[in-house]
């Protein structure tokens, strides 16, 4: 009855590190340069177990999945610290409280028992190797994964009801840079003995579980390397679990030390320093255990550049290709007819559509918002990409000599690259827009001013500039022994496909790039959209739930269209692509998609209808 009267509190202000703003400046470029390293090691280390074979083993199956864990973890942390740092006011939902608590608490279980796994898959290895193979299938050890994620997921959704059920009204202010227990267990005026009883029993019952397979599986794991005749035999057993060993004593002591005390013995400024290193230094770390302290890790990079020496050694020798001869569609003279008017209407739609949708949102007052100044922005990229490819397309069709020169075709991937990777990044900064005017109303214009929205844009197109640059380095440096492209533009599986050099430096490059560009993308736009479900379904009145709704209804759209097909052309394997589907899939996500997004954001769009009436009315009386 008492909590009635106390105030909810529908939001935190995350203290952080310091108030001071020259410590602030050092403090944001550390901890971008940790990010930084903590996305460069990991996603290296998951691709090179990707495209070495000899690492296709359970461990490394593991160990790809810890770093996956850890960039997890790493990006949900970073991000609040960074909103410490350079923001003003420095607040985070309740609800984006929970969800941040959530998610970090899922991670951080699930590492435990992968950690777990990883010490009976070395158990099972050293101990009864005959059976290992059969014992560690690839079923079993997908099972493995997901009954990790499985128990991490139950055990964060315990916690998480558990804590944010208590009342807060001592303060709204942590005095941390993330939602952590104890933190959050300071603020709260309600009996915090039940919670505190739940979350010391869920912490056991993960840690407890996992301590315990790993200690027995090391006993045993001891036992069978003593019986070892051979010292040389006893070390190359033992350095097998050096890497597991070093990553374990590293997050166990952190952690434990953090979350297993009584809370009347914490001191939050101590916590910091703790959990700044479980949350950003060891997953900065392992890559270099798993790396350093393992040899078939280290032999297998030594081969990526022994593969990489060879390849620009036997250049030497080879007959320079200078130009590319593009296959296109078909050779049916007929067919070709159709296809070139087709794709010429297309093109006609694309420009008519995108323009007309920027002249609109720029002689309407009405729609001079962030929002459709990013529309109008995503309709000049759709213009750009689309005019880079319909001319190489339509060459395809009507001319005898399909010719386009190396340069040309290095300056023509160059330019799509930027185009896509800005989309995404746009698509992104959309769904940040969307989810400050429907989570913070009232700070919306203050925020998402003019400049920042400039700012957005033009570092939209820094970052896919990089992107661009370090992609057609690595695949224009290759050697081509064939020319002919069977394609209808310079896309990158056709273009590497005719390499007579090692391509798979060039393969990990281009599927890290994808990956951190899409990854980080699609983590934005799930965490924004994840917040406006959350304020949405606060709203008592449907109407203007509806209401609420209906403005991310056309981008929700156009995100779902545009990753849909461009994750399923670059993410998957090389070895499952078909040049047609290819074909087919390019076409949709290259001309389809600029010739539907005009109509996504008209059709879709209450405001840019009634813009366009407006305009339509005032011609009428003008006449």
Known sequence: MAERNHTAVTEFVLLGFTQDPKLQVILLVMFLLIYLLILVGNLTLITLIRTDSRLHTPMYFFISNLALLNVGYATIITSSILITLVSARKVILFSGCALQFFFLCIALSCECYLLG????????????PLLYSVVMSKRFCVLLVLGSYLVGCMNAVVQTIFIFRLSFCHSNVINHFFCDVPALLKLSCSDTRITDIVHFTCTAVVVTPTILIILISYIYIVVAILRINSAMGQRKAFSTCASHLAAISIFYRTGSFMYLPPSSKYLLDHDKIISLFYTLVIPMLNPLIYSLRNKEVKEAFMRMLDRKIYSQMGERNRTLVTEFILL??????????????????????????????????RIDARLHAPMYFFISNLALLDVGYSTIIIPSTLMTFVARSKVISVTGCTVQFFFFSIAISCECWLLSVMAYDRFMAICSPLLYTVIMSKWFCVLLVLGSYFMSCLNSMVQTAFIFRLSFCDAYIDHFFCDVPPIVKLSCSDTRLTDIVHFTCATMLVTTTILIILISYMYILVTILRINSAKDQRKAFSTCASHLTAVTIFYGTGSFMYLRPSSKSSMDQDKIIS????????????????????EVKEAFRRIRERKVFSL
């Not at 009976?120 to 009864?128: E, V, W």
């Not at 093109?347 to 559509?353: A, E, N, P, Q, T």
């Not at 076409?587 to 209450?606: A, D, E, G, Q, S």
């Open 117 to 128: 796994v990883m010490a009976f898959d070395r158990f099972t290895a050293i101990c009864n």
């Open 328 to 361: 296109g569609f078909t050779d049916n003279l007929k067919l070709q007819v159709t296809l070139f008017v087709v794709f010429l209407l297309i093109y006609f739609l694309i420009l008519m559509g995108n323009l007309t949708l920027v002249t609109l949102i």
């Open 587 to 606: 076409v949709f996500y290259t001309l389809v998609i600029p010739m539907l997004n005009p109509l996504i954001y008209t059709l879709r769009n209450k």
